[in-house]
């Protein structure tokens, strides 16, 4: 069950109170001073916002709208929030009561008017099951839709997560937008699908894809990637797909599944590839609700939703990534993924930290990382048909 609003008396039932409430609620909680409400965050639609939630009458409005909240206080009868978007980083507003928001930092101006971001926007996709999806777009600045640009798709972990609306320190859609900044390199179309099982969308949406991972994740990435390829600016020849975590887990899933060619090239970054030895992560009590059960009680259904068990239709260049300090997906995770990809004679090349963990973090070591990443795609346009490719030496 998603995290839901409760009220605890001593000596009395606990009291649910945001059950009809489809929104997961966040942490922290804030009473109001006259006890007569619940300030709380909760995401939307791929957004997360700062609510209000009256307890009289159960009914949730936006106090502060997203991007992404990250942070919120009130004294005084002032609200300080701290809140990122797509565009810019986290910013510090002061809420008074009938005045507009107030911004109370200039941190990162000076570095933000240096940078030329593009633009992005949202839009809907029918995906599995005809089911609305959204997906979330990053165009390269200077876009020019009479010319052309490669496709990449950037898969979100979790899986129950989301992203959209929100500035991220590590996988920076603007920044895979704009591209390396090296002659011929022109930037990318970015899309970012919420694909079933992300937050925000409600519980039904985030619960669909328990018992099989894979599946409905993997009709929505194509359903974007099949409608992003009408439009005339995408290059067919260079479509890619990255993702870390989870969303490395669905990049090999996509390598056992998605005919060879569909994809220039992958980037699997921390992902899940054998769900048997994933058993040695720190979040293992979870397995079993995840995929259905224990995988010695059910190791068909397990092996089922495991990219390893379909290797042998792997035939995508992926570049794989992981860190030797990751407890949440065991570097033996990456480190067995690209073996098989050379045992197979399928091109590869394995970029890993001995001094990170589930995230790149050191500066020079993140360098390091977009580097690669995006050598790795410029290594890898799609073959001619008939014509193999020349695999980059590793």
Request: charged fraction near 20%.
């Amino acid at each position: 069950m998603p995290r839901q609003l409760a009220v605890v008396v001593p000596g009395q039932p606990v009291e649910v109170v945001s059950a009809e409430w489809d929104h997961e609620v966040a942490a922290p909680l804030l009473w109001e001073a006259d006890g007569s409400a619940v300030l709380l965050l909760a995401e939307q639609q791929g957004q997360r916002h700062l609510w209000r939630f009256e307890l009289a009458d159960r009914r949730a409005e936006v106090l502060v709208r997203g991007g992404t909240v990250q942070a919120f206080d009130k004294a005084a009868g002032t609200v300080v929030t701290v809140a990122d978007a797509a565009d810019h980083p986290a910013q510090c507003h002061a809420l008074l009561p009938g005045a507009a928001p107030r911004r109370i930092e200039r941190f990162n101006d000076d570095v933000m008017t240096r940078l030329q971001l593009g633009t992005h926007e949202a839009i809907r996709i029918t995906g599995a099951q005809g089911d609305p999806v959204q997906v979330w777009l990053f165009y390269p600045p200077g876009f020019d839709a009479k010319k052309t640009y490669p496709l990449l798709q950037v898969i979100h972990g979790g899986p129950h997560a989301v992203v959209g609306d929100n500035w991220h320190y590590r996988w920076n859609n603007p920044l895979f937008a704009a591209g390396s900044g090296k002659k011929g390199d022109n930037g990318h179309v970015v899309a970012v699908v919420n694909y079933h099982g992300s937050s925000s969308f409600g519980h039904a949406f985030l619960d669909s894809i328990t018992g099989r991972w894979g599946q409905l994740e993997l009709q929505d990435v194509e359903a974007a990637t099949t409608e992003l390829l009408k439009r005339p600016y995408i290059d067919p020849t260079r479509v890619y797909a990255t993702g870390g975590s989870y969303g490395g887990y669905l990049v090999a899933w996509m390598n056992g599944h998605v005919p060879a060619g569909r994809y220039a090239a992958y980037v699997c970054h921390a992902g899940c590839f054998d769900w048997t030895a994933m058993f040695a992560d720190d979040t293992w009590s979870w397995h079993a609700k995840e995929l259905g059960g224990w995988y010695w009680d059910d190791m068909a259904r397990v092996q089922a939703q495991s990219p390893h068990a379909f290797a042998a239709t792997m035939h995508t260049p992926t570049l794989v990534i992981h860190g030797a300090l990751d407890y949440r997906v065991p570097d033996a995770q990456g480190l067995a993924y690209y073996n098989t990809l050379k045992a197979r004679g399928v091109p590869s090349r394995l970029l890993w930290y001995p001094d990170e963990n589930h995230w790149i973090l050191k500066p020079q070591n993140s360098r390091l990382w977009y580097d690669e990443f995006f050598s790795w795609l410029r290594a890898h346009p799609a073959p001619a048909a008939g014509k193999p490719g020349k695999p980059r030496k590793t």
